[in-house]
């Protein structure tokens, strides 16, 4: 197996492995100083130095700038500036919130910066447009220390920084006052106020060091690519996540370990395992399989094995075994007169769009209300797998897909009824989803949410090509086709029926949430939610309960994706189901209400209708009569969609019951007050009544 | 902008389907010797001779006394490739309508283009209904790299002409015209052993991605043509990669040492052009880029080769038409170079692609004649035996090809064509002379011979 030269081998692997290791570590470097200096998981790192490179890529290549002034423009103005804003306006009000919060936040701001940046600067990018690094020629002018393998210029300078700012900001933290400071102010604000030092100003400078290190990563990074696009910065998040983990998110020193022991694993995996294969056939299915989603595997194998990350939850999160049990819908709390209103007024409004659609509405109308139906059950499994378990999965996408493909795959082999399918799929949703859930039950918070992330870019990287899941060679010819289903004497071929029995399964979905919601499964989720501690002595079990809560929202989403399918007759999984459509459900979910089923209905009204309806301007040419008079402005970019809803998420923190709900709560109180007055008999002392009741925090509102 | 992100991942991956498409087999229509030729203005004059004597169309979508509108669907906001797609492609349509309306059009009606949409990556399907329900539109053109709206509109009976890169979209749809006929991802074919042969290689590797489908089937399809091919040609099947990270995140440090080690001299991609420039500068740090030949699946980028003259000269590239740098001579080459220098249009791959489509839109609508419907012009162009859009594409044969042809060849044209450039001081060459850029095989017997040079096939 070994054969002559093989340390030579090993050796050319390790060099082989340090340039993008130093990669996997300057990013390693940098989030966990974020993490150290705002507490915040910082999934938008990369987003923030995707606007830094884009900056630094605009100046230098399109307006032929000199290399110091493009520098100090996007890394050491503009970075920090953007630090500075997210501070002040945003993480300033966020100290105590929950770090399942703060990760919410972070994934809209992923979402909002690049599109944000991209819309304010018209910046794109363009193929053979090619970044540069910030020395001349950093990309053609080599240096080969050891004869065996070469380096260039901006490797060097990649590996330089990591390593410079693994002892400078090493030193910093242990040794001066700032570092000890900024760690003071992530861990009591309060208290270090207390002792005289200024939190705001420290964190201030925390957030403005952090984000300058971003932006000058996403610098140093981008000639990594050849286009400069943002999910390429994600995607290097994601897998120097695992670096960063090893050192429980606090180590400097080990997360620029182990984010050059994952390039050089990488390099050494590929090198010697094509060889073995020749030896040992049985090698054959991990090459074929595992080698493209290898980073992934690593991330899950480090949050799952690694003793740190088992234990990291009580030493990043320490109040959250005593965050209040949220309060209850507003629905339950309102006046009888209201609801009965409420429920009228409903009544009409869905009559009404029910009438539009089986009798006004055209083609392109129904299929958008019917998908916007059909993402709503979706979005059901994030009400459950949010709202009431009060756990961030971002692989429901996967949960999904793997009800489309039951579908595709069950008709393609059997042509079984794709109803009956439908349901199959979303059984092994369920069931995968409960396996899923096995290994990362114990992380819980944060961890889980990227645990589940790196799951669904493994379901992305490997399952999806297996030909009994993806569809193989059958899929590549003639596509992953689903047909639309006939029952009994109902044909849903017809694009009103199949309306209809969207409506139905959505409607039966809800029935079943709102149900698991006031039952004692709902209850037991609360009582976890509130108190773990506490639930486990009064006999409920955690494990089980985020076990089922699990399968149940991957059995929803399951169904929700087959019915996707079957709606648009094609799994089309690569626009529907990737991992990144997940994180923009949960963001739609969780800024309008999490905890609801009116909540998912709209944020799947949004997801498919606020495209045509607003940034295309179908809403106003209605209002004003005539596409003709809508201004010369629409329709409106695409992006603006991302950067509205990234920035709404912002208020999760604040109100994590959702604006929706948020919104609901305060206008039931206004309605209700000014009942009382119209009737003369105001009483300000009625809990329910008092404006204050929806002004506060909802913390302080639990019922 | 994780619309955009999405999106762009998402489109990341439809971007395997264009690279696998551009790996699939060339072959064209019979290139029998009774096709004909006719060029644009030929047939344009025979059309509008009658001025306005044409009868008064009612109830087709798009038709009006003076008009046949058209619908352009197209991705431009969140292409992850950063190339012209749809700009580049209306640019082409409206180049062809221009040339064709001066000649007075067809049947007495202007062609034009109603409504230019763009999918932003993921949004194929919706446009694509939205066309049906506006039902204004006579037919419609699409470069996406997700054509998830295809079977809709074919469903809908609506002439559809694409840029063809999706072989699983376009499989069976009777009303889905491309620029080349349905893609045979999995066909063993001569051309890139004869480009192998041609500079001496001996030792092949295949490169494809793991995540895509497509690009993997490519690969395996290539390294299997010099495993068939390769004892006639002095090539050996050295190297196979069918597992790359889409992007090379990681670079490619390893597989290009690997290769070195197996001393390969010829590469063949399933790869986009982004990661082809990131393959030739590794081995160019690895100081073995004299040494190896590439050939790109979709680099037919003058910009880009230009950019990278050094990283990839004497390297082949494969577009699905004749190059704008063959003599043309007998096609509308030259028509269509006139009219895009006066237009002040780029010699891209998408202009020449909007042109051919909208070239098939006219002549579906002439061969439906003057009392033309959305269905007779399907019918008019699917009865088409030896198509070649002015001789700028090899001959489809629309009766059959709507069909993907079989990995051992059966069921497919009469031809295997194929019309490479070659990269020469950062400029495309043919590979073959360019007056007859094509280098074509018989399909009847698909063992080794050496090809055949056409002009026109």
Request: some cysteine; charged content about 15%; hydrophobic content about 50%.
């Amino acid at each position: 197996m070994f054969a002559a030269g093989v340390f030579e081998d090993i050796f050319t692997a390790i060099l082989q492995g340090t340039p993008p290791g130093a990669v996997y570590a300057l990013i390693a470097v940098g989030f966990v100083l974020t993490y150290k200096t705002s507490g915040v998981f910082n999934l938008a790192f990369g987003a923030q130095a995707y606007v830094s490179a884009a900056m630094y890529f605009k100046l230098r290549v399109e307006d032929e700038w000199h290399i110091v002034p493009a520098l100090v423009i996007s890394v050491f103005v503009l970075a920090p500036a953007i630090g500075l804003i997210l501070e002040r306006f945003i993480f300033r009000h966020l100290r105590t919130a929950s770090a399942v919060s703060k990760l919410v936040i972070a994934i809209g701001l992923t979402v909002a910066l690049p599109a944000l940046f991209d819309l304010i600067s018209g910046f794109e990018a363009v193929a053979g447009l090619t970044p540069v690094g910030i020395i001349e020629n950093g990309d053609s002018v080599f240096y080969d220390p050891f004869g065996l393998y070469a380096f260039s210029r901006d490797e060097l300078m990649q590996m330089i920084v990591a390593l410079g700012a693994v002892l400078g900001l090493g030193l910093m933290f242990r040794f001066t006052s700032l570092g000890l400071s900024m760690r003071a102010v992530v861990e009591s604000p309060r208290l270090t106020e207390l002792a005289g030092v200024p939190a705001d100003r420290v964190s201030a400078f925390a957030w403005a060091l952090s984000s300058t290190f971003a932006g000058m990563a996403g610098v140093l990074i981008a000639p990594q690519f050849n286009t400069l696009i943002a999910p390429d910065f994600f995607n290097l998040v994601v897998i120097a996540i695992a670096a960063a983990a090893i050192g429980r998110l606090v180590s400097l020193p080990w997360a620029f370990v182990g984010g050059l022991g994952m390039g050089i694993f990488i390099a050494l995996f590929k090198t010697f395992l094509p060889r073995w294969t020749d030896d040992y056939a049985w090698l054959d299915i991990i090459e074929d399989n595992l080698t493209p989603a290898m980073p992934f595997v690593i991330l899950f194998a480090v949050l799952v094995f690694w003793p740190g990350i088992r234990h990291a939850r009580e030493g990043t999160d320490p109040l959250a075994g005593v965050d209040p049990p949220p309060p209850a819908p507003i629905a339950s709390e309102r006046s009888a007169g209201l609801t009965m209103a409420t429920r009228v007024f409903g009544v009409v409004f869905f009559s009404f769009i029910l009438s539009l659609m089986f009798f006004q509405a055209d083609a392109f109308w129904i299929f958008l209300v019917t998908q916007a139906v059909i993402y709503s059950t979706i979005y059901l499994s994030i009400t459950v797998m949010t709202g009431l378990a009060g756990q961030i999965s971002l692989c429901q996408g996967a949960f999904a897909a793997i009800g489309g493909f039951t579908v595709f795959q069950m008709f393609d082999r059997f042509e079984m009824n794709v109803l009956l399918a439908a349901v199959l799929g979303a059984f092994i949703a369920a069931v995968v989803g409960a396996l899923v859930s096995l290994p990362v039950l114990r992380l819980g918070g944060i961890w889980l949410a990227i645990a589940t992330l790196a799951f669904a870019y493994f379901f992305d990287a490997v399952v999806v090509k297996f030909s009994w899941v993806g569809g193989g060679n059958t899929s590549l010819l003639q596509g992953t086709r689903v047909p639309r289903p006939t029952l009994g004497p109902f044909d849903f071929s017809n694009d009103k029926t199949f309306f209809a029995l969207a409506v139905i399964v959505f409607v039966v979905v809800s029935f079943f949430v709102v149900q698991l919601r006031e039952g004692t499964f709902g209850a037991q989720l609360k009582a976890l939610r509130g108190s773990e501690t506490a639930a486990e002595s009064i006999g409920i079990s955690p494990a089980k309960s985020r076990i089922i809560a699990f399968a149940v929202s991957a059995f929803i989403a399951g169904l929700g994706g087959a019915m996707l399918s079957i709606h648009q007759e094609n799994v089309n999984y690569a626009t529907n189901f990737v991992p990144l459509a997940a994180l923009f459900w949960l963001l739609l979910v969780v800024s309008l209400s999490s905890r609801t089923v009116d909540g998912a209905l709209q944020a799947g009204a949004a997801f498919s209708l606020f495209d045509p309806l607003i940034l295309r301007g179908e809403l106003f040419a209605w209002i004003l009569r005539s596409p003709d008079r809508l201004p010369s402005f629409f329709p409106i970019s695409g992006k603006w969609r991302f950067v509205l809803f990234g920035l709404t998420s912002v208020q999760f923190a604040k109100h994590p019951e959702g604006m929706l709900e948020y919104g609901k709560r305060k206008s039931n109180a206004r309605i209700d007050a000014w009942l009382v007055r119209r009737r003369g008999t105001g009483d300000d002392d009625d809990p329910e009544l008092t404006d204050s009741k929806s002004d506060a925090p909802v913390e302080e509102t639990t019922s | 902008m994780l619309g955009r992100k999405r999106l762009s991942v998402l489109g990341l991956l439809a971007v395997f389907a264009l690279v696998g498409a551009a790996c699939g087999d060339d072959d064209s229509g019979d290139g029998g010797g009774d096709e004909t030729t006719t060029s644009a203005a030929d047939s344009s004059e025979t059309t509008a001779a009658e001025g306005d004597a044409f009868p008064t169309i009612e109830g087709v979508p798009g038709v009006s006394d003076d008009e046949i509108a058209f619908s352009v669907v197209g991705i431009k906001e969140g292409n992850p490739l950063g190339t012209c797609i749809l700009d580049c492609y209306v640019d082409g349509i409206q180049a062809f309508f221009d040339y064709q309306n001066e000649q007075g059009g067809v049947f007495g009606r202007d062609l034009v283009i109603g409504e230019v949409l763009d999918d932003e990556l993921a949004n194929n399907q919706a446009r694509s209904v939205e066309i049906i329900a506006n039902d204004n539109s006579f037919g419609v053109f699409q470069a996406t790299l997700i054509a998830s709206g295809w079977g809709d509109l074919d469903d809908a009976g609506i002439p559809t002409f694409v840029w063809n890169i999706h072989a699983a979209e376009s499989a069976g749809r009777e009303a889905i015209f491309g620029n080349v006929a349905s893609l045979c991802i999995d066909c063993l074919g001569r051309a890139l052993p004869y480009e192998a042969q041609s500079i001496g290689a001996t030792k092949v590797a295949a490169l494809g991605y793991g995540i895509s489908e497509n690009s993997k089937v490519c690969a395996q399809s290539s390294y299997k043509a010099f495993e068939k091919y390769g004892p006639e040609i002095g090539a050996e099947a050295a190297y196979l990669n069918d597992q790359m990270e889409f992007g090379l995140p990681g670079g490619v440090a390893t597989e290009v040492s690997a290769m070195i080690d197996a001393e390969v001299d010829f590469v063949t991609s399933c790869m986009d052009l982004n990661a082809m420039k990131t393959l030739a500068q590794e081995f160019d740090r690895q100081g073995y880029i004299d040494k190896v030949t590439l050939h790109h699946p979709n680099s037919y980028n003058h910009g880009f080769v230009a950019e990278n003259a050094a990283l990839f000269e004497g390297d082949f590239v494969s577009p699905g038409f004749i190059p704008y740098e063959a003599d043309g001579e007998g096609t509308d080459l030259a028509l269509v170079l006139e009219r895009f220098e006066a237009s002040g249009i780029e010699l891209t791959e998408h202009a020449m692609v909007g042109w051919i489509n909208a070239r098939e839109a006219f002549d579906a609508i002439s061969g439906a004649g003057e009392e033309f419907d959305q269905q007779s012009a399907i019918d008019a162009l699917n009865s088409e035996t030896s198509y070649s859009a002015g001789g700028l594409i090899p001959s489809i044969d629309w009766t059959t090809q709507h069909e993907p042809q079989s990995a051992d060849g059966g069921g497919g044209p009469a031809l295997e064509c194929s019309a490479a450039v070659i990269i020469v001081d950062g400029v495309f060459e043919t590979f073959a002379s360019p007056e007859t850029p094509w280098n074509c095989w018989d399909n009847s017997n698909r063992d080794w011979t050496e090809p055949e040079q056409i002009a026109t096939p």
